[in-house]
């Protein structure tokens, strides 16, 4: 069985830091794209970053970008997500999701996701 | 442009069809994939690609896609589809994702 699970949130300071895991199991890990998707609370699902396979390409939203750094362990099969500099608006459940990938077929989506930690950015 | 639109919400009698679009440019170059969310809960992928369904989604979901447009459709809603439903594709560049903005179903 595939399972994703986030911790790692909690509260923090505006302009504190805080590194986000997700363990991995059921499944190859190393063989699959891994993003962040983030939902601030009341509002919508918004992508913040990913990860290749193998840690050798990153990606990231500009709201977050400079800010935060993506970064998988294959041989431990979890994902990361460095968290600096937060800011109140990066209040929100954090979701690892894994992606799957059909290039010739221009098909990309998300089949499994992980139950979500919340980060709260507060003084 | 790197957004997707969605109508914020729309419902549905019990048992009517309903039709639930995104639009963007992205779209011209790939498949959207849907997103369930239930209060509280995670997302749930319930169509990707041309028209697929994971295993365990009913098949009253359907999706469709024309131009820049993306739709799914609920054929027969049931009172447990109500939820907020997300598309995704990756944007024009294909470096990143993007989401929809979300549609809130009401069954009545």
Same mark, same amino acid.
């Given at each position: 069985e595939v399972q994703l699970v986030e911790s790692g949130g909690g509260l923090v300071q505006p302009g504190g830091s805080l590194r986000l895991s997700c363990a991995a199991s059921g %499944?190859? %890990?190393?063989s699959y794209w891994m993003h962040w998707v983030r939902q601030a609370p009341g509002k919508g699902l918004v992508w913040v970053s990913r990860i290749n396979s193998d840690g050798s390409s990153t990606s990231y939203a500009d709201s977050v970008k400079g800010r935060f750094t993506i970064s998988r362990d294959n041989a431990k099969n979890t994902l990361y997500l460095q968290m600096n500099s937060?800011?109140?608006?990066?209040t929100a459940v954090y979701y690892c999701a894994r992606e799957v990938g059909i290039a010739v077929a221009a098909t990309y989506y998300f089949d499994y996701w992980g139950q979500g930690t919340l980060v709260t950015v507060s003084s | 442009s790197s957004e997707l639109t969605q109508d914020p919400a729309v419902s549905v009698a019990l048992g009517q069809t309903v039709r639930i679009t995104c639009q963007g440019d992205s779209l011209r170059s790939y498949y959207a994939s849907w997103y369930q969310q239930k209060p509280g809960q995670a997302p749930v992928l319930v169509i990707y690609g041309k028209n697929n369904r994971p295993?365990?989604?009913? /098949?009253?979901f359907s999706g469709s896609s024309s131009g820049n447009t993306a739709s799914l459709t609920i054929t027969?809603?049931?009172?447990? /589809?109500e939820a907020d439903y997300y598309c995704n594709s990756r944007d024009s560049s294909g470096n990143h994702r993007v989401f929809g903005t979300g549609t809130k179903v009401t069954v009545l």
């Open positions: %499944f190859t %890990f190393s937060l800011r109140a608006e990066d | 295993s365990g989604i009913p /098949d009253r027969g809603a049931q009172a447990e /589809d």
